[in-house]
């Protein structure tokens, strides 16, 4: 817990805006900096005996993610059309905790590939999107990769993957032992001369830095790890942050407003504590890490008479070029149990598809991973969707669940400016603030290169000797995890929010740094890119403050 507490009317060097695994990494960059820092987080500060397996609380009630009660959300896939409140399932889901959704992530942590940053240039434009490269390269943010495998915590196997871009130092651990998903789709793969290897994770594998190895306890994908096995900032990075004496989390406080003076320089922010009652924290200078979601629906939400379109918004890019990234899945029957509810989601991946090929005829890459998917109601939903949802027939499916496993195709979204995140007009959040608005419609090419990855799964399963392999439908998204790319990053102002250093082009001490940043998106696992942005942010930022060029 934070051993400081600060006034709001002292001046702090930095607020940061958001807990979660940016947020928690920039407050420990600053604080470790010298640098007095208040993190304020709207959720509340959560204890591994707080944590529960619960599904229903978890995966259906919203237990710590934004839930209709205080964020609803609303979602159209025409820009024309009115939006429709989501009701119990948001479309953008995030956790609304401190540590936000590293605490409940899957914790698949891929690079990006050198491609990644620079496609663009290699493939050029794509009709009707913002297809661009990033202001920096794969290079830059290569020793950044590597502290977030060290400082983080990451297992693997370092150049187990013929595919792997240049690394400058090992994992710190090594990979988490392969599971029956992992052994079969291995088996698959290789018989078609695939190329799979152990799955990076940030998850202990051995005793790390004074937090626990898995203990396989098997509520890993939306819940939060009581073993504290699991990397999230929530045990690392916060904790360390506060450490220094310098960095105050200030949990329950949700921000409602970035305000600026008559010179057009942020002040600091405003915020509601749990009882509704409005603070306002003075900052010498203020960095958003809400997330993909909630940093443009701030910047939106902070318009004034000098900022009439929303703060850093004169580029209009705000809330635009939303990307989710498209999971294709297929599931698999074998005829012995595999049991994989047991341990984390993930032992092996495949990026032998990760590059673009325009002998496809479609834009988009990806990687295929092996997992157990869904807990057992999740589960039972979806083979309702699939066939019968009752009688004989759907309990002989139940039954199967000790035998099933899946394979998910993670793969590419193109930019496209339609795709935004904007206030809702009418829908208001549980303390009378302007809703979320999600506007969605996948790219023909993010749903061919979806059907591409499926393809390439089903060949895999069959390889591996499945009873039976079932395709989920590839169909338009109404619902994402991966929040990235709506205050993109990029040297043009006109073209983007934030420079390469993720100051905005419009507010000199305004930085935003969490998903929003991406300029494109990857192939499906981009929280260790947040994190390596946000280190590398940190370093820049500091430096900027000292050299009182903030
Ligand atoms: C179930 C699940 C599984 C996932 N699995 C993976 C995976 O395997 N691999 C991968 O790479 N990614 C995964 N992700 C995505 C990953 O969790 C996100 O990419 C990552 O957490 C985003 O980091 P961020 O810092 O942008 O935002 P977040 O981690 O969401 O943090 C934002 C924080 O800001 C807080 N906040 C928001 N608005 C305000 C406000 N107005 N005032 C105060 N605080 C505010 C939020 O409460 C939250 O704590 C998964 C996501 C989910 C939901
Ligand atoms: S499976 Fe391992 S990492 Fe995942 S929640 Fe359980 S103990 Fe934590």
Request: glycine share 10%; proline share 6%; net charge positive.
């Amino acid at each position: 817990m934070s051993a400081v507490r600060y006034r709001d009317s002292t001046v702090v060097d930095f607020v940061v805006v958001g807990s979660g695994a940016a947020g928690g990494v920039l407050a420990r960059e600053l604080a470790t900096s010298g640098f007095s820092t208040v993190v304020l987080e709207q959720g509340p500060r959560l204890t591994p005996a707080d944590f529960e397996h619960d599904e229903l609380k978890y995966w259906f009630l919203g237990a710590i993610t934004n839930s209709d009660g205080r964020s609803p959300q609303s979602f159209r896939s025409d820009p024309e059309a009115v939006a429709k409140p989501t009701g119990m399932r948001p479309a953008l889901w995030y956790a609304r905790t401190v540590g936000g959704s590293s605490t409940h992530f899957t914790a698949n942590y891929w690079r990006f590939h050198e491609i990644d940053f620079i496609e663009r240039s290699k493939l050029g434009p794509i009709a009707g999107t913002g297809f661009e490269d990033w202001p920096i390269t794969y290079a830059e943010l290569e020793p950044y990769y590597s502290k977030v495998e060290w400082d983080i915590g990451v297992s693997g196997l370092a150049g187990a993957s013929p595919f792997d871009p240049p690394r400058s130092r090992p994992f710190p651990m090594p990979p988490l032992p392969v599971k029956s998903s992992g052994v079969l789709f291995e088996r698959g793969a290789r018989k078609l001369g695939l190329h799979p290897f152990p799955a990076p994770m940030a998850i202990n594998s051995q005793f790390y830095r004074g937090r626990a190895a898995c203990i396989s306890c098997g509520f890993c994908h939306g819940f939060a790890c009581e073993a504290q096995a699991k990397s999230s900032t929530l045990f690392n990075m916060i904790p360390e942050a506060e450490a220094t004496g310098r960095c105050e989390v200030r949990a329950h406080s949700y921000v409602v407003r970035v305000d600026t003076d008559a010179k057009g320089r942020a002040t600091g922010v405003a915020y509601l504590d749990r009882a509704g009652r409005e603070h306002f924290q003075k900052a010498r200078a203020v960095v958003l890490a809400a997330n993909g979601a909630e940093t443009p629906r701030l910047l939106l939400g902070s318009a004034s008479a000098r900022f009439p379109d929303g703060l850093a918004n004169s580029s209009g890019l705000v809330g635009k070029y939303l990307m989710m990234n498209y999971s294709a899945r297929v599931s698999a029957v074998f005829e012995h149990e595999l049991n994989e509810y047991k341990s984390v989601q993930v032992t092996r991946v495949i990026h032998d598809f990760y590059d673009a090929d325009p002998r496809r005829g479609f834009y988009g890459g990806g990687g295929l991973d092996a997992r157990i998917g869904p807990q057992p109601m999740m589960w039972a939903q979806r083979l309702g969707q699939e066939g019968p949802s009752w009688g004989s027939a759907f309990k002989a499916r139940l039954r199967e669940f000790p035998r099933n496993m899946i394979v998910l195709g993670h793969g590419t979204s193109l930019p496209v400016a339609s795709n935004a995140v904007s206030l809702d007009p009418k829908l208001k959040d549980a303390w009378g603030r302007p809703a979320v608005r999600v506007t969605y419609k996948d790219h023909p090419d993010d749903l061919a290169n979806a059907r591409f990855m499926q393809d390439r799964a089903v060949e895999i399963m069959d390889a591996a000797g499945a009873q039976r392999v079932t395709r989920s439908p590839v169909a338009e998204q109404n619902f994402g995890m991966h929040l990235l790319g709506t205050c993109r990053m990029g040297n043009d102002a006109r073209s983007s929010v934030v420079d390469r250093y993720h100051r905005t082009h419009d507010v000199p001490n305004l930085f935003l740094c969490d998903g929003s940043s991406l300029v494109t998106s990857g192939r499906g696992q981009p929280t260790m890119t947040i994190q390596a942005l946000a280190f590398r942010a940190a370093d820049h930022i500091a430096r900027f403050a000292r050299a009182g060029e903030i």
